[in-house]
């Protein structure tokens, strides 16, 4: 007798190495499918049970997954995009040429880069929006929110890095003007421009600098709160669902899922 | 009186207690150590960037009533009925370099609009203040020679160079 693939899948997952990796084992009983989040590094940031209904779409329209998505591609088109980019002022604007018409599938590396951090900018609004009118943000989880602000700077901060790396026009003078906002900032406002910049004015300084901010600080920062943020969403509770909130807690936040006032 | 002192605080502090303030002030002084440095460390020390003094050649290069425009180093030389003079380029608004529109006779920016007479006075905004007008003097050479990093009073007699 043939054997079927899921046949096959399960003697791999019976073999010595697999079950030297996977910790959790095999079959399909509660617990074991609850171990094998939980004991995963990369899972057991996320709750162990989730609600079927939380995972519908309706629930959160998946805006903060999708945000997530956007970050992943980012990560994985920006890294390549390094490695024909000197972060120099002689080069910068004739390797983005490069990008854009010489290198192969450059132009659809760099395209896809930067439609993916507009989407990531639409996204963390939307997601925000979203979170705001479902109340999400509320008790417990208002700390949740506060690193949701500093992940959205962050988002608008790489945003901001990146528009200089193309180094162009455009790029320049926009720079020239944001730093300038960044002057505005009472007493310390030259010295942040100036520290910003590493000069007195857009140069050779200042493009290394926001290609370092951009492709080493602000990411690690960002994948930091990020790791943050989904621990934060099991601690408090996992997914916010009005209905199964404590009753302490509901009578607190001050409304029913109805939308009436709790008695 | 001293050792009195002295005394009080050592009864009060066990061994465990000394050594863990002790561990935290080292550590803080550390903290505070390591911030001045790197403070120190991101501020560039030596600046690669262009000298603030330029040399904008002969003044028999810019005619009289003329308004010339140095886009590379961001000055106006503006040679008037008074004499030469030279005003910053980059609007007081957010730093674009504004320029010289000869048909309305105006200095205008690119980025936000702001409109500037060719003596610096703001017409309107959003720029808060007028264009600075910068040090001019003419050298043993007899070039025109521009310090961008003094600025000096608007039309005021010395702020002219005669030649």
């Known amino acids: 007798m043939a054997k079927t693939v ?31 989040i939980q004991q995963n590094v990369f899972l057991h940031l996320f709750s162990t049970k989730v609600r079927t209904r939380m995972l519908s779409f309706s629930a959160t329209w998946y805006l903060g997954t999708l945000t997530l998505g956007t970050f992943l591609i980012l990560v994985a088109t920006g890294i390549p995009l390094m490695l024909y980019y000197h ?35 639409f996204l963390v ?17 208002e700390f949740n929110w506060v690193i949701g602000v500093v992940l959205l700077l962050i988002t608008l901060l790489l945003s901001y890095t990146g528009y200089l790396l193309p180094w162009d026009q455009l790029a320049y003078w926009a720079i020239t003007v944001g730093s300038n906002i960044a002057s505005a900032v009472p007493v310390i406002g030259d010295k942040i421009h100036f ?26 920062t960002a994948m930091f709160f990020v790791a943050i943020h989904f621990w934060r969403i099991r601690k408090d509770g996992g997914l916010y669902n009005h209905d199964s909130e404590p009753a302490t807690i509901r009578a607190k936040n001050g409304r029913t899922s109805s939308g009436k006032e709790a008695k | 009186m001293a050792e ?67 886009v590379n180093n961001g000055i106006y030389i503006i040679h008037s009925q008074e004499g030469y003079f030279s005003l910053s380029a980059v609007c007081t608004h957010l730093g674009c370099l504004t320029a010289w529109k000869q048909e309305l006779g105006i200095i205008a920016c690119p980025c936000h609009g702001s409109k500037f007479e060719t003596n610096g006075k703001k017409i309107e905004g959003p720029a808060p203040k007028p264009l600075p007008w910068k040090r001019v003097w003419i050298n043993d050479d007899g070039d025109v020679l521009v310090d961008r990093s003094t600025d000096v009073p608007a039309l005021a007699r010395d702020s002219f160079v005669r030649v």
């Open chain 1, 6 to 36: 899921d046949q096959y899948f399960d003697e791999l997952q019976q073999t010595r190495v697999w079950r030297s990796i996977f910790r959790s084992g095999t079959g399909s009983s509660t617990l074991k499918r609850a171990l094998a």
């Open chain 1, 87 to 121: 972060p120099s002022a002689p080069q910068a604007y004739a390797d983005t040429k490069d990008l854009q018409f010489v290198v192969s599938s450059g132009m659809f590396l760099r395209n896809l880069h930067r439609w993916s951090a507009h989407a990531m900018v």
């Open chain 1, 125 to 141: 609004f939307a997601h925000m929006f979203k979170v705001f009118y479902r109340g999400a943000y509320r008790t417990p989880r």
């Open chain 1, 195 to 220: 520290l910003l910049l590493g000069g007195h004015a857009v140069n050779a300084n200042a493009l290394l600098r926001f290609y370092v901010l951009h492709c080493m600080i602000l990411p690690l």
């Open chain 2, 4 to 70: 009195e002192k002295k005394g009080e605080l050592g009864s009060d502090l066990t061994r465990r207690q000394f050594f863990t303030k002790l561990g935290l002030g080292s550590l803080s002084i550390a903290a505070v150590g390591t911030a001045a440095f790197s403070y120190q460390y991101l501020e560039p020390n030596v600046l690669y960037e262009p000298s603030p003094v330029v040399n904008a050649g002969k003044p028999d290069r810019y005619p009289l009533d003329s308004v010339t425009l140095d």
